[in-house]
């Protein structure tokens, strides 16, 4: 069987981190290599059945006497939050990759993500018995999005258009896949001889970009051993200078065994991860938490350093249980050791990211902050009693998923939940449903429309009323006119000669204030000067009352003379897209009446634009959606309030 040559089993276990996609199988190769290792999962997913997986899976599992913790990250980029978080935790991370070069667009997000985290990676190119153009387009097409040479570790065999097999460069052997996750030896067929030797020269080309040593054999036209070889790889993988690449099927067994191999030989140990994050040896326990699950009830942490022991305490927090995931299960365990993944019980309080134990001043583990929410939703309990019960199951599910966020916006009396897509919140209502038994309505947010005027008006406003004994009395002449926009509300006093007493102008004041909190349409009124030039009182029947109710009742009628419009917030929106859909991106901002400002290459994003353009709120709800739809998954977007503007084409 292909692989590295034989190698004692690394002290301690590590992890790595499947990410990919969705449809690109990653579940499925969670699920093989499980298997390969003689943990299945106990509840297969049936493939056919497969929906989009919304959380992380752990397992544990030992290869050739190796511990391994494994990380199965969803795939929709509407949790990306839980890669990175699972990237923050472990020693390399396998992006899972579909054959075809059209399809390998899908992976340039996560590479950008393994590069910000400088995280050595490799990639499995899956589902390779569906591959139907040429094995080096699509390797070009990744090698387009990696800023890491890629080592292509192995090559496909194909007869009559089936892939049969492979060969690995590295061996010069080629194997037939066969049954239960086997391969057998066969001989490289004639026409991939050349192929192979230019696939071998050009690894070598690679690793010798790497180490002088090498670099010197191959101008000396020296060619290196395969011992040579595999140690350069397994030193520039483990480095995360390289980039791995290998094929196989996961749901055929395909390429499981090989994958495993260079696992083994290549991923960087436990204290090696630890020791780029600055994390010095010692025996005191270091974890930190990159999963908080079941309503704080679970934990996943990674033990940085020393020996976890069930019933720790850390500031307070007590470890009420460590558990690994044998066959996808948990069972319970007395402890973890430096490397490990584990599930931690009883954490209250205890939030996604902390740092349990003293890190030092040398270290550094940070962790992602979540990007800003792009999707919401108005929500409400559908039982009036449960209100109380939501604002608390809000807290949790914020708590164990940053990328959610909960704000009550008092001008339109909405709890809106806000975060990465449909799909998120979806299932964060879906988990209110079942962990807290919340039945919950949903509605688009509304809109925090405004109004202004357009037409300077004078007002005069008189209150007259006897009721018997004191009676009310107040005479007012205002004046009502349109400011700037972003000027806000002005009061001003031109009373002369005390037509109206000192001490009832506070009272115009005011009341010309709360005047605005709803304009004719209902909304509140912005950018207006009330000026008071005139009035009469009466020096038993006039009062602060009277002059409240007065003024209120004059502004009410002179808005309606002044030409009141509606206004309406309009964002400063920034589409980040790959440049081939710069244009798609154009199109979909001024279909929502976006005026497009212009665009750019992205910052440290080759192949990407950033378009700029200002575009109305009311046209944003589900503007990403079809961003997502129209850029192959891959597009998304920042926003941030630029300014009120006249709603044409609106009825208040």
């Not at 192995?154 to 080629?174: F, K």
Request: aromatic content about 6%.
């Amino acid at each position: 069987m292909t692989g590295s040559p034989a190698k004692a089993a690394v002290a301690g276990p590590r992890s790595v981190a499947l990410i990919g996609a969705y449809g690109s199988g990653k579940s499925t190769l969670f699920e093989a290599l499980m298997a390969a290792a003689g943990a299945p999962l106990k509840r297969q997913s049936d493939i056919r059945k497969r929906v989009v997986t919304t959380e992380l899976r752990l397992g544990h599992c030992s290869f050739l006497a190796d511990r391994w913790s494994i990380l199965d990250c969803p795939g929709s980029v509407e949790f990306a939050y839980e890669m990175e978080g699972a990237l923050a935790a472990v020693d390399l991370a396998i992006v899972v990759s579909e054959p075809t070069a059209g399809r390998a667009s899908s992976v340039p997000l996560l590479l950008k993500a393994l590069e910000e985290y400088r995280l050595p990676h490799l990639i499995f190119v899956n589902k390779i018995d569906t591959l139907a153009g040429s094995f080096d387009d699509t390797l070009a097409a990744l090698q387009a999005y990696s800023k890491y040479p890629l080592a292509a570790r192995q090559l496909p065999i194909r007869e009559a258009d089936a892939v049969t097999g492979y060969i690995d460069v590295v061996s010069g052997r080629a194997y037939r896949y066969g049954a239960n996750q086997g391969a057998e030896p066969i001989e490289i067929p004639a026409q991939l001889r050349d192929p192979e030797k230019q696939a071998l020269d050009g690894l070598a080309e690679v690793l010798a970009d790497q180490d002088d040593a090498l670099l010197e054999k191959l101008i000396e036209e020296v060619a290196p051993t395969s011992a040579e070889l595999y140690q350069q790889l397994r030193k520039d993988q483990a480095s995360g200078t390289i980039v791995e690449v290998l094929l196989g099927s996961a749901a055929r067994g395909q390429g499981i065994l090989p994958l495993w191999k260079t696992m083994r030989h290549d991923v960087p140990d436990a204290a090696e991860t630890a020791a780029h994050r600055g994390v010095g040896a010692g025996e005191v326990p270091l974890v930190q938490i990159f999963k908080t699950v079941q309503a704080g009830k679970l934990s996943y942490g990674r033990i940085w350093r020393g020996v976890l022991r069930d019933g720790a305490t850390f500031d307070g927090a007590r470890v009420g249980g460590i558990h690994r995931y044998a066959g996808g299960e948990p069972v319970r365990a007395p402890e973890a050791d430096a490397g490990e993944l584990v599930a931690l019980g009883r954490l209250d309080g205890v939030a996604t990211g902390a740092i349990l134990g003293i890190l030092g001043a040398a270290g550094s583990l940070p962790f992602p902050a979540p990007l800003p929410p792009v999707f919401a939703l108005a929500i409400t309990a559908k039982d009036r009693k449960d209100d109380v019960k939501l604002s608390g199951a809000l807290h949790k599910l914020v708590s164990e998923d940053p990328a959610l966020s909960v704000e009550h916006v008092a001008e339109t009396a909405e709890t809106i939940l806000s975060g990465q897509g449909e799909i998120h919140l979806n299932a964060a209502l879906e988990r209110l449903a079942t962990t807290y038994n919340l039945q919950i309505a949903t509605a688009a947010p509304k809109i925090a429309f405004k109004e202004t005027i357009k037409r300077r008006v004078q007002q005069h406003s008189r209150l007259k009323r006897q009721t018997g004994g004191h009676g009310q009395f107040a005479d007012v002449k205002l004046e009502i006119e349109p400011r700037g926009r972003g000027e806000g509300f002005l009061f001003t006093d031109k009373v002369v000669g005390g037509a109206v007493p000192r001490q009832y102008i506070p009272a115009v004041r005011e009341a010309a204030e709360e005047a605005m909190q709803k304009g004719p349409f209902g909304y509140p009124v912005v950018d207006v000067g009330v000026t008071l030039v005139d009035g009469t009182f009466h020096a038993v029947d006039s009062s602060d009352m009277a002059f409240r109710t007065a003024t209120r009742l004059g502004i009410g009628e002179g808005l309606a003379k002044a030409e009141p419009v509606l206004l309406e917030p309009i964002e400063h929106v920034t589409a980040s897209v790959p440049n081939i859909f710069t244009a798609a991106a154009q199109r979909l901002l001024t279909g929502r009446r976006g005026q497009i400002l212009g665009y750019a290459e992205r910052p440290g994003w080759p192949g990407w634009d950033d378009v700029e353009a200002l575009v109305p709120a009311a046209e944003l709800h589900d503007f990403i959606i079809e961003l997502r739809s129209d850029t192959m998954g891959l597009g998304h977007y920042r926003r941030r309030f630029d300014h009120l503007a006249e709603a044409r084409g609106m009825t208040p």
